[in-house]
């Protein structure tokens, strides 16, 4: 499967956009439950979704289709509350690398449930990138106390998020992006909703922050639905390591979080890896 530029460059910038949602998680954390934000990130995301999914003419959601959507729904709300709650008490760009164990469980799990066949450039690819990760950690305090459980919770997000790849990447081509960024905020909303119980209401100011967390969120799930139509789950795996200078950009810029020079030297293994992945196979040689 020959994947376009166009799919790259769109599954980068989703992931960015991801990571400013955990940029304004971990800011919304400072003032609120971890619980309530996470819900009111899925919240605002659904109304916005169903907003956008209205002015599209209601593109028809089946009964086919919601058992997946319904089971990744369920993983999505203890995926993110778990990360959520992990980098409400790390540093972002160190609980970034430590999710990188989940694009190393997509190829596996991709063949497991899709039966995509492992491909040795994407495994070497992803291999490269977590050398990248383990660069940047060299430096870092050291693990232990709450900072151990915050980081196994981070671990715990990194293996469901690799299911829940998996099985986005199973209904891309089927579902369109419109249908999935709706079900994908729906479900993890109707989920978390007890979060909201007992929760004062909130000022306008903290609507305004929960909208930019709902947009952020929908737009990078728009933009990683459109990319994985064209994309192989092994891709786009790699393409995950993007996070991590994403993340140090974010977390140098709005919470003044000093990025080792580790980080860069890992960012740029980690970019070379992707650009290893994004080249396409080459074309068997004519017979003659």
């Not at 760009?93 to 491909?119: C, D, K, N, W, Y």
Request: proline share 6%; glycine share 8%; hydrophobic share 55%.
């Amino acid at each position: 499967m020959s994947t376009p530029p166009l799919a790259f460059v769109q599954c980068a910038l989703g992931i960015g956009a991801l990571c400013a949602m955990d940029a304004l998680v971990k800011h919304l954390s400072r003032s609120h439950d971890v619980e309530f934000v996470t819900f009111a990130r899925f919240a605002t995301g659904s109304l916005m979704a169903l907003g956008v999914w209205q002015a599209q003419g209601r593109p028809r959601i089946t009964r086919e289709m919601l058992p997946v959507h319904l089971l990744r729904g369920g993983i999505i709300a203890v995926m993110a509350l778990s990360f959520f709650w992990g980098i409400s008490r790390l540093p972002l760009a160190e609980a970034i690398t430590i999710s990188f164990i989940a694009p190393l469980l997509v190829p596996p799990i991709a063949s497991l449930i899709l039966g995509e066949r492992m491909q040795k450039r994407y495994l070497a690819a992803g291999a490269l990138g977590f050398t990248g990760t383990l660069v940047t950690v060299q430096g870092a305090p050291e693990f232990s106390g709450e900072r151990l459980l915050a980081l196994a919770a981070i671990a715990f997000a990194a293996i469901a998020y690799a299911t829940s790849a998996v099985l986005l990447r199973s209904r891309a081509g089927k579902d369109g992006a419109t249908v999935i960024t709706l079900l994908s905020a729906a479900v993890p909303a109707l989920v978390l909703s007890p979060a909201a119980i007992g929760q004062p209401v909130p000022g306008l100011e903290d609507l305004a922050w929960f909208a930019a967390l709902g947009l952020c969120g929908n737009i990078g799930i728009q933009l990683l639905s459109r990319a994985y139509v064209h994309m192989e789950a092994q891709a786009s795996a790699v393409l995950e390591f993007t996070a991590l200078p994403w993340a140090a950009l974010f977390g140098w810029f709005i919470f003044a979080e000093p990025v080792r020079p580790q980080v860069w030297l890992g960012a740029a293994i980690i970019l070379a890896a992707c650009l290893w992945a994004s080249r396409g196979e080459r074309a068997p040689a004519p017979a003659a």
